[in-house]
């Protein structure tokens, strides 16, 4: 495996992970574009871990807090209530992974249907920016949201499993639409993406066997490599989107899937 490679993937896991564009989707696209080869489960799972790292850092003060919230429900019972809610909500995502997960990479991991799905949820985001522009007073703090917009998320999350959707572009479509503000949708959208991503690397890295590793063309400098390109461009990920989100709402990452729908459906 060239490092060409590997510096490509790390660099579309670290971006596409959080940017409102699908990162399954550019991991599916990049292959036929560029003629790779199968990357493998143990890269696949180190970049995964290059992603939650970047996140643990960059939210660490809130992840901390919502830590201590689950087992302290005395010191703070607003941050109590957000970290079980969040725990709660990741539950849809973790169950359709673990029992269709399968069946999504046989069956759903194809150019046509990535391209549709990008188009198909580039309408959803604007109607709803377009709905949180009409909204005088959005909600600002996360520990006021109710279990049930909670939930509501959590499973709008569970569909973000289809390549073509973006976990971060539904996940923050559904706060908008549960009266989020745009910032506080984005970063509701890392904190609950936190569990989700920490399970798909694990279950990466569980389903990796050192009898498979024969097969594997990188070595450990190459996994190296690609966790800290990862975990670096996952950290400007996490800073441009909130800015960009907080300045002109989600219409260029909207702008850019639909040209990318296009092109991918026109070419394939």
Known sequence: MEFFQIILLSII??????LPISSSGHLILAPLIFNFEDQGLALDAILHLGTLLAIIIFFRKELADLAKGLIDRQGSPETHHLAWCILIASIPAGLIGLFGGEWIEANLRNPTFVGFNLFFWSLIFIAADRYSSKNKNPLMELNRLSLRQILLIGCAQAIALLPG???SGITIAAGLFNNLS???????????????IFAAGMHKL??????????QTYSNLHLVIGLGISFLVGLLAIRLLLKIVEKVGLLPFIIYRILLAGGILLYY
């Open 182 to 196: 745009h910032t506080s949708a984005t970063r509701f959208s890392f904190l609950l993406g936190t569990p989700i």
């Open 165 to 167: 959707t973006s976990r």
């Open 206 to 215: 569980v389903q990796f066997s050192p009898q498979s590793s024969a097969e």
């Open 13 to 18: 896991q670290g971006l596409t992970e959080f």
